[in-house]
């Protein structure tokens, strides 16, 4: 905690170190850098095909040799991670959500691709059911309930296979208890040891996430809510001990979902556990910014920096934002 000494006006002028740009960018207490971003990107199937999604203007779905032409511009931009999220239609879900562990999958044809043609940037799949399941749920279902051990089985399978394709960064979002520890068990006994976890630790049920089902084809498969797993917004301190149990079952980063309503609980983690903190700017923050910088309401360049920045100075090592290349060419002054 950095003290506040008491001496007052007008011995103590805040302005003073405010009056010139020199001297703000002399004083700046956080930076926002390329290096902080992670990009996440929509696959669908096809070639050459990029298809707008109408609740995120601006962003499309890709097919994968798309997908591989974004890879090339975020390693030119610095972006080093990018995060890979399939759309799936309703004739190819089912209830068990059998594609999420075919290695021919969207997720891994992409993996593939783009560690092929670009080895050096970092590829970050979800471990999580929804995008594959035909009731839009995270895990496996016994009726109206949601089943922890038999879901985390599947995820292990699904993370395995991911890794097997080029996958560097496992991020569990299905926020099933145990499956951190079962899927780090499995990596470490299959010689995958230097696979990271990102876990989407604090990961609450929020209504910030229409957009990105949307995208992922889940918004008209969705029956029920996701709050038998997702956590309760009102709650903070059950969030430091879902980030708790996380670390002790071998993650090596987590993130706080989603990020602008949340920017206590993201603070109140980097302060608690020091670790390698993210946060999720949703589909749904997106969506309103971009909904109201598309209206006139907001200004662009300003507004994307600012909700940005909010998250570094909050504690964030660095966020996951669909503005990843706008966020940075402005960075860059491109
Ligand atoms: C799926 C998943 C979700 C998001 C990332 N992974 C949605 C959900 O839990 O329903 C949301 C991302 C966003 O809204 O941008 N497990």
């Known amino acids: 905690m950095k003290t506040n000494p008491a001496s007052a006006f007008p011995a103590t002028r805040l302005r003073r170190n405010r009056k010139a740009d020199w001297s703000r960018r002399l004083v700046s207490e956080n930076t926002l850098s390329v290096n902080d971003l992670i990009w996440p990107l929509f696959l669908i199937e096809g070639k050459g095909k990029r298809e707008p999604i109408p609740s995120m203007p601006g962003v499309e779905r890709l097919s994968v040799d798309e997908a591989v032409r974004a890879a090339e511009e975020a390693v030119n931009l610095g972006i080093p991670v990018l995060a890979l999220f399939p759309h799936t239609s309703m004739e190819k879900r089912d209830t068990m959500g059998s594609l999420a562990t075919d290695p021919n999958n969207l997720v891994c044809q992409a993996t593939r691709a783009i560690k092929k043609a670009f080895p050096q940037i970092g590829v970050l799949c979800d471990a999580a059911l929804d995008p594959f399941t035909s009731h839009g749920h995270d895990g496996l279902m016994d009726g109206e309930r949601i089943l922890n051990d038999e879901t985390v089985e599947v995820l292990v399978r699904q993370s395995l296979m991911q890794v097997e394709a080029g996958c560097d960064i496992i991020a569990p979002s299905d926020m ?23 876990s989407y630790a604090a990961k609450f049920a929020s209504a910030f996430y229409g957009p990105f089902r949307d995208a992922i084809g889940s918004s008209g498969a969705l029956k029920g809510d996701k709050r038998t797993y997702q956590m309760d917004p009102a709650n903070g301190d059950e969030a430091l001990r879902e980030v708790a149990l996380d670390i002790a079952e071998g993650a090596d980063m987590v993130m706080v979902k989603p990020g602008m309503p949340y920017l206590d609980v993201l603070h109140r983690v980097k302060e608690t556990f020091g670790l390698p903190t993210f946060a999720y700017q949703v589909s749904g923050e997106y969506a309103m910014l971009a909904g109201a910088i598309d209206n006139g309401w907001l200004d662009r360049d300003r507004v994307i920096l600012e909700s940005l920045m909010g998250f570094k100075r909050a504690g964030a090592d660095g966020v996951l934002t669909y503005f990843a290349p706008v966020a940075a060419r402005l960075i860059q002054k491109l």
Not at 176 to 192: N, P, S
């Open 176 to 198: 099933m208890d145990g499956r951190v520890g079962a899927i780090r068990a499995a990596l470490e006994e299959a010689g995958h040891i230097d696979t990271q976890i990102m």
